[in-house]
């Protein structure tokens, strides 16, 4: 028999975390999938449900100007984090895509997550756990840099996305702990590239997403980023390549040759698979086809 949690803070959360194996469900649009034997069936979970929907401190979006901000809001130590933005793990999907404070990539890779219903539930924190390499909000944050809150009794860590994603379906979050906020660290990039290839326009998985970041000035490449989602086992993206670009004049960006070596570089890092969504072929192409345009956007 599953027995149901509905905790109205985090400490009574985590508390109740601590003891034995549970599911937690925030949103739970995954979940409900991921559990349903099949349509009108109620869902079959294995383990004591803890919701977080109920947990009000974990609802909001919050400019972080000072470490002891973050420090505040977020229930950390000091010295964890620089200034930028902290995204709490009960934050909709809607709510993202609407928020001004939260930078332009991330709301257009939010905005492209299934269809209006599912994003007024779902979270974006869901959607990082589940580690899916379609998920839509992952390129995004992986250019971001965005560092990962984690939550137990015993304190908390701080983890970079990139480190916490370790494959599909796989986290290094640790059985008693909640991801509880999304740190988003200040970064003046003002030029953005997003592009979702999916079925069909809207309400439809991703076959690949491509994001980009940039900042150009005097007409020089100071700043450059580029993350492939739904092209390997998790989001792609190499600063090694990246380094390539950085420091280049944009005018470079229109020589051929250059534009075929950077391609060159990126094709033996993306690595997508056949899937019910599309081949494996189609994808890689697809990927390097957007990564020129991003290049010629710039230029």
């Not at 869902?43 to 901000?69: C, M």
């Not at 998920?135 to 971001?144: E, G, R």
């Not at 494959?167 to 991801?179: D, K, M, W």
């Not at 492939?228 to 993206?237: D, E, K, L, Q, W």
Request: net charge negative; hydrophobic share 40%; charged share 20%.
């Amino acid at each position: 028999m599953v027995t149901v949690y509905r905790p109205d803070t985090l400490e009574q959360a985590l508390d109740k975390l601590a003891v034995g194996e549970h599911t937690l469900f925030s949103g739970g649009t995954d979940l409900m999938v991921r559990h349903s034997a099949r349509p009108g069936i109620t869902p079959d979970f294995k383990h004591d449900v803890v919701f977080l929907d109920a947990i009000e401190e974990l609802q909001h979006i919050t400019p972080i100007e000072l470490e002891s901000d973050l420090g505040t809001e977020a229930g950390l130590q000091s010295g964890l984090c620089q200034s930028g933005l902290c995204i709490g793990a009960g934050v909709s999907l809607h709510d993202i895509e609407i928020n001004p404070l939260v930078p332009d990539v991330l709301r257009q890779s939010v905005a492209n997550i299934a269809a209006p219903a599912l994003r007024n539930r779902a979270t974006m924190a869901g959607n990082i756990c589940n580690a899916s390499p379609a998920a839509d909000s992952l390129p995004a944050l992986y250019l971001l840099d965005a560092k990962l809150v984690l939550s137990s009794i015993h304190g908390q860590r701080e983890m970079p996305i990139a480190n916490f994603i370790t494959g599909p379906g796989r986290t290094c979050l640790h059985q008693g702990e909640v991801l509880t906020h999304v740190v988003i660290p200040k970064a003046d990039l003002p030029v953005t590239f997003y592009h979702k290839v999916g079925t069909r326009a809207a309400n439809a998985l991703t076959k690949l997403s491509v994001a980009g970041l940039a900042k150009v000035e005097q007409g020089k490449v100071v700043d450059w980023r580029v993350a492939f989602g739904a092209v390997g086992p998790t989001v792609v993206r190499s600063t090694v390549l990246e380094q390539k670009i950085i420091g280049q004049p944009v005018e470079m960006l229109r020589e051929p040759l250059f534009i075929e070596n950077i391609l060159s570089g990126y094709s033996k890092v993306i690595c997508p698979i056949d899937d019910q969504r599309s081949t494996a072929q189609y994808r890689h192409r697809a990927s390097l086809n957007l990564l020129e345009r991003w290049l010629t956007q710039l230029a």
